[in-house]
């Protein structure tokens, strides 16, 4: 993966790196609460082994001294010494649960040994590491008889154990930690999800996929209803509108207007708003005044009827089969948009595919072809059916409509194949439902053309118009809506 898509994936997943490690602080500040607070007192002691009658620091009592520490470690740690201990202190506590509480270590390269009891009372903690040290020196004797029943041993007292001090009081290195560790599991998951996903996330997926340019990258449309998402007549100032005219533009380049005369709209699976990118596209450039003819070729689940509020009584299939004296003028309808006309698809038949092989659909698209400026054929998915390869073949250019996050990439690049295989050209792709900081959708133009930049409430609600209307705008709005009112 490229260091630019690193940096992409880590801004798209900003807010789940965020509630990750928030999430893992607030875990690291409960569980810290929640924990019962210790004390811990430690003591220092000595050992020394001496012969009767001998200095109590020769090189051989320093060398049996030596052996005997791990010997002492143990011995702390045994049932004798623990019993006792809790029974002279009346502790409420088994000797195994005493044993947890005290941890025995030999400090290096010395004869002395630290001996450390952790307890919730900080003077409790102290007085069971002093007892245990006096229980053991009482013990000795007895315990160490058999083995050096010749020397006297003991545990000198260095430092008594004092009242102890708090553990665990890294509170706030504790949550920091579980915070970094709760982003970088964030950031874990974001790049599995990343290499695991073969669905189309970016811009620059589609265009290694297809090796083709991205015509348009449409940001999510809000509406359940066809005639909704129709944002070139309905909301006309909206990024997502001038998204489509910016589309418009590339078809109105001189190399592509002169030599595209039909052009074929589909996708490589159903769902993917290729309907919606047609009416759309048409809509901006009968506005731009070009004379264009919407078809719905779609004559299994046809749509683009319902985008115009129209009826499906007559189409495609009617105009395959006309009256006597019939044109194919007679079989388009109004759009209520200047230039623009729509050839329904019409009663949908029983062999579709048989239809779009036949000399007569030839004949009606060159019939279409002499009527308009542009004609645009709205077609089922490429892969699902042949019906759109069979198109493909009739049209002077293709374009790809993929759905963002949600079009697999194998497939997109099966579709792109199937488009070059059918001899047309691919102009480019649709990305649709991008999100906006792909899309670049920061601006919208107002009614004057300005262009501005939208606000933070704009974004988040680009359904609504009012948020980003200046108090001008608004007013002349506001006596607008009173005029029509009167």
Known sequence: MELKRYVQLLWRGWLIILICAVAAGLSAWFMNAQRTQLYSSSTTLLANAAARGTAPFSESMIRTSEQLLGTYVELFLKRPVLQETVNNLQLNRSPEALAGQVKVVVIPNTLLIRLTVEDRDPQMAANIANEMVRVLNGQEEQLLANPFVGYRQALNVVEAAQPGAPVNQRGLESIILAMLIGAAAAVAALLLRENLDDTVRSRDDAE???????????????????????????????????????????????????????????????????????????????????????????????????????????????????????????????????????????????????????????????????????????????????????????????????????????????????????????????????????????????????????????????????????????????????????
């Open 208 to 486: 290694r996929v297809t090796e083709a340019p991205i015509l348009a990258a449409i940001t999510p449309i809000r509406g359940s209803y066809p005639a909704e998402k129709l944002v070139t007549v309905t909301d006309q100032q909206s990024p997502v509108a001038e998204a489509y005219r910016m589309f418009r533009a590339h078809i109105e380049y001189p190399a592509v207007e002169s030599s595209v005369k039909t052009l074929l709209v589909t996708s490589s699976d159903p769902n993917e708003g290729k309907s919606t990118t047609a009416a759309n596209l048409a809509v901006a450039l009968a506005q731009a005044g070009k004379r264009v003819i919407l078809v719905d070729m779609d004559l299994r689940r046809p749509t683009l009827h319902k985008f115009f509020k129209r009826t499906n009584q007559r189409g495609v299939t009617t105009a395959l089969n006309p009256k006597q004296g019939e044109t194919v003028m007679d079989h388009l309808v109004s759009t209520g948009v200047d230039n623009l006309q729509l050839l329904a698809s019409g009663p949908i038949p029983t062999n579709p595919a048989g239809l779009f092989g036949s000399t007569r659909m030839l004949e009606l698209i060159e019939d279409l072809r002499s009527k308009a400026d542009l004609v645009i054929f709205d077609s089922p998915s490429i892969l699902t059916v042949v019906d759109a390869a069979l198109l493909a073949r009739s049209c002077d250019a293709t374009v790809l409509v993929a759905q963002h996050a949600a079009t697999k990439a194998d497939r997109l690049k099966r579709a792109r194949d199937q488009v070059v295989l059918s001899g047309t050209n691919l102009l480019g792709l649709v990305l649709n439902r991008v999100e906006a900081s792909q899309a670049g959708d920061n601006y919208y133009y107002a009614e004057d053309g300005t262009r501005k930049r939208l606000t933070l409430l704009r974004r988040i609600f680009p359904g609504s118009r009012n948020l980003v209307q200046s108090p001008e705008t608004a007013g002349a709005a506001d006596s607008k809506d009173k005029t029509t009112k009167r």
